[in-house]
Each structure stands twice: as C-alpha cells, then as structure tokens.
C-alpha cells in the first residue's frame, strides 16, 4: 500500500505538458506575433530547483545581440546537440518541435537559459538579431519558470509598446518578424521577486 501510494503520488507530481492546441496567438502588428500558452508546463517546481542548482550558471555584462546592453542576469547557452540539465526540457523541445515545424520549416535545435536572481536582474531592449534571424522570420519560444516578469515587446520604428507578463510554466513564443521589427526585453522590477529562470529554444543559426 505504501509503495501503491508513493508511485500515485510522484504520478501526479511529475511534470507533464500541456496542450499546444489552446496557444492564443497575439498579432503585435500585421507581421510579428507572440502565442501563448498560460501553464503549459506543469508540475515543474522540480525542474526549477533542479536547474536553479545544477546548470552552471555564468555571469553576462557584455555586449550582446546588435548593441551594447547591459546584461545583468546569469545564462547558460546548450547548442544543437548538447545534453540538456532535465529531461524535461528536452520534452518540452521535441513538443515545440512537433507543432511548429509545419510553420517554421525546421527544429528548434538549441536552448538558452537564463536566471533572474531577483527584481534587478533583467535583460536590456533588444532582437534576437544574430545570424539568419537579422534578415528572415523565425520563431524563439520561451518557457518561464520561478517567479513571474514581464516581457515588454516596443516597434523598433517607435509606437506604443506591449506587455505580457510570464509565471511558472507558462510558453510565449515569438514569431512572424518579431526579431526584427520589435525589440523585446525583461525590465527590473522593485517588486520582492524570487528567481525567475526562463528557457528559449531556437532553430540552428539563430541567437
Ligand atoms: O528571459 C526572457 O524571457 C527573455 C530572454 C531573451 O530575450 C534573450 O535571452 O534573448
Ligand atoms: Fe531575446
């Protein structure tokens, strides 16, 4: 009986994946778009602490992308082929993978992480404008773990900017020519926020 009940209780524990049907795509413009899709991994609060403590995280002031932006938050970058930290995640790329690759045309092949220790750590106005993505659409797909931020989204042209905010488990996904007509970015928060951890998967050639 005990046995019986451990193996329903880590069942119902372990992290699985929601349905990529329900995405709410979101049109920024007539061109780029951000679905979404609110807790889409479930269960992840192991996955969290797993990568909270085992990824080696770097720091990253640099400069970054096609301008120089302040970089104040860890990352750790797993190219094509590179063994991911979870299981999950390598689950969670192969789904991604199964959906959009109609529409993309290829894989998402690589996955770049990046944590948030707290309300100051962000990430600076910028595209994912590295390689093939400066001058073709693409789609990067973030999942977001750990306490909730914003990602702002502003026309490179000037307009109004957008705002969706991402909590634990939830997908955003960035496509159409979102990297290049729209910077995107994590601003600072004074809110008393825990870390935050957030995976983007890419296709090959793309940064
Ligand atoms: O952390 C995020 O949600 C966004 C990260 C990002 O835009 C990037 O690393 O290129
Ligand atoms: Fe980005």
Redesign the pocket.
Request: hydrophobic share 35%; net charge neutral; charged share 25%.
């Given at each position: 009986m005990q046995a019986l009940q451990s193996s329903l209780f880590d069942t119902a524990d372990a992290p699985t994946l929601g349905d990529l049907q329900s995405r709410h795509r979101r049109y920024l413009d007539g061109s780029a778009w951000v679905d979404q899709v609110p807790g889409w991994a479930c269960g992840a609060d192991d996955v969290l602490e797993t990568l909270l403590h085992e990824v080696p995280w770097r720091s990253e002031r640099r400069t970054?992308?096609d301008s120089v932006v302040d970089v104040p938050?860890l990352?750790c970058f797993y190219s094509a082929g590179e063994a991911l930290p979870h299981p999950m995640l390598v689950d969670m790329r192969e789904r991604l993978t199964e959906h959009y690759a109609p529409e993309l045309g290829e894989p998402f092949v690589t996955a770049?992480l990046?944590l948030?220790r707290d309300g100051s750590d962000s990430?600076a106005w910028?595209g994912?404008r590295i390689g093939r993505s400066r001058t073709a659409d693409t789609m990067?797909a973030?999942v977001?773990l750990g306490s909730a931020?914003h990602?702002t989204f502003r026309p490179r042209d000037g307009g109004r900017s957008q705002r969706l905010s991402?909590g634990h488990g939830d997908l955003?996904v960035m496509g159409g020519a979102c990297q290049r007509t729209w910077d995107?970015?994590?601003p600072k928060t004074s809110a008393a926020v825990g870390p935050?951890i957030?995976i983007?998967y890419r296709v090959a050639g793309v940064?």
């Amino acid at each position: 009986m005990q046995a019986l009940q451990s193996s329903l209780f880590d069942t119902a524990d372990a992290p699985t994946l929601g349905d990529l049907q329900s995405r709410h795509r979101r049109y920024l413009d007539g061109s780029a778009w951000v679905d979404q899709v609110p807790g889409w991994a479930c269960g992840a609060d192991d996955v969290l602490e797993t990568l909270l403590h085992e990824v080696p995280w770097r720091s990253e002031r640099r400069t970054m992308y096609d301008s120089v932006v302040d970089v104040p938050r860890l990352t750790c970058f797993y190219s094509a082929g590179e063994a991911l930290p979870h299981p999950m995640l390598v689950d969670m790329r192969e789904r991604l993978t199964e959906h959009y690759a109609p529409e993309l045309g290829e894989p998402f092949v690589t996955a770049g992480l990046c944590l948030y220790r707290d309300g100051s750590d962000s990430v600076a106005w910028h595209g994912d404008r590295i390689g093939r993505s400066r001058t073709a659409d693409t789609m990067v797909a973030i999942v977001s773990l750990g306490s909730a931020r914003h990602l702002t989204f502003r026309p490179r042209d000037g307009g109004r900017s957008q705002r969706l905010s991402l909590g634990h488990g939830d997908l955003a996904v960035m496509g159409g020519a979102c990297q290049r007509t729209w910077d995107h970015s994590v601003p600072k928060t004074s809110a008393a926020v825990g870390p935050r951890i957030s995976i983007q998967y890419r296709v090959a050639g793309v940064r």
